[in-house]
């Protein structure tokens, strides 16, 4: 780590070090709303969608209605899935995580939004976290409503469909992978069951064409009731449930300040936006705010 931060002091003595300095002298004095997207992960070995590791080019991802009406299609999700949820599962925090939770026990974040479904902010300590597109750790079944463990369901994805253990695949930033069962030889994928009702399972996150819960909205508006501006750290907004709080910051008159590599929905919204890599990034603002960050 230490490398890294000397690296980003050394690149300092130019634009990147001012904005660095200029976020910290917006935030001090000031509490404030994390909004995280993929990009705050990608040091944790997990891709992200549309950023320098983006895999969203590569395929497209599953749609709601298609899950629900297709047979096919969950077949080649769960599949998918099967392979991918390794990497997800095993994933631990990285820098980006630990200053984000360090900086909500120093009092500063009223509360992070996540559009992640990682878990990995709450694995380093963030306590007031709304996940809005939900968590891969859960399935749901959407006859009973019954949630189970996805580790558990993993085990039983491998014990029915023992040939697709050996396979390889790219993972995918939502815990699947760039696969296609039909072109690889194997058999047709078996995906169980609710183990209570014998109704669909489904992964407890939101899919594309799916709705963010009310209740989770609402959890997400109220952080803002303390704060008095928005941090965007690694998301380019590109869907709607994310940006709604950007543009609801702006109306609140909120300054915004956005780290992300590449542009972003909200950057004719933002107060200042630097173009950096985030684990530098969010190690140099915590300095700046006299804020300690735990070591790993």
């Known amino acids: 780590m230490r490398g890294r ?15 660095l300095s200029s976020v910290g002298g917006l935030l001090r004095g000031r509490r404030f709303v994390v909004l995280s997207g ?11 969608y549309r950023g320098p590791t983006g895999s969203l080019r590569r395929r497209a991802p599953v749609q709601y209605q298609e899950f629900l009406r297709s047979e096919a299609v969950r077949q080649r999700y ?7 949820f390794g990497q997800v599962g095993a994933a631990q925090p990285n820098a980006v995580h630990r ?57 039983q ?13 790219v993972a995918a930033p939502d815990g699947d992978a760039d696969f296609e069962p039909g072109t ?19 992964p407890d996150v939101v899919f594309f064409g799916e709705n963010v819960p009310r209740p989770l909205v ?43 590599q590449g542009p972003t929905r909200a950057d004719e919204l933002a107060a200042l936006r630097v173009e950096a890599p985030l684990a530098p990034s969010l190690t140099a603002l915590c300095h700046q705010l006299g804020v300690a960050i735990e070591v790993a």
């Open 184 to 202: 690889a030889g194997l058999p047709a994928f078996q995906v169980p069951g609710c183990p209570g009702c014998g109704g669909l399972l489904k």
């Open 157 to 169: 994805l491998l014990g029915q469909n023992p040939e697709y253990a050996q396979h390889s695949a």
């Open 38 to 48: 993929a990009g705050c992960s990608t040091d944790s070995g997990i891709p992200d």
């Open 218 to 260: 609402d959890a997400a508006w109220g952080f803002f009731a303390e704060a008095s501006a928005l941090l965007i750290l690694g998301s380019s907004l590109a869907v709607y449930s994310g940006f709604r709080f950007a543009r609801g910051a702006a109306e609140r008159s909120l300054p915004i300040l956005v780290i992300n």
């Open 5 to 19: 931060v000397q690296f980003l002091a050394e690149e300092g003595t130019g634009r990147r070090r001012d904005e």
């Open 78 to 84: 769960w599949a998918r899935s099967l392979l991918g």
């Open 99 to 155: 200053a984000v939770a360090a900086l909500e026990r120093a009092g500063l974040v009223t509360g992070l939004i996540t559009q992640n479904v990682d878990g990995l902010h709450s694995q380093a300590g963030s306590q007031r976290v709304v996940e809005l597109h939900g968590s891969l750790h859960w399935v749901r079944c959407l006859a009973c409503g019954r949630r189970e463990s996805r580790a558990a369901l993993q085990a």
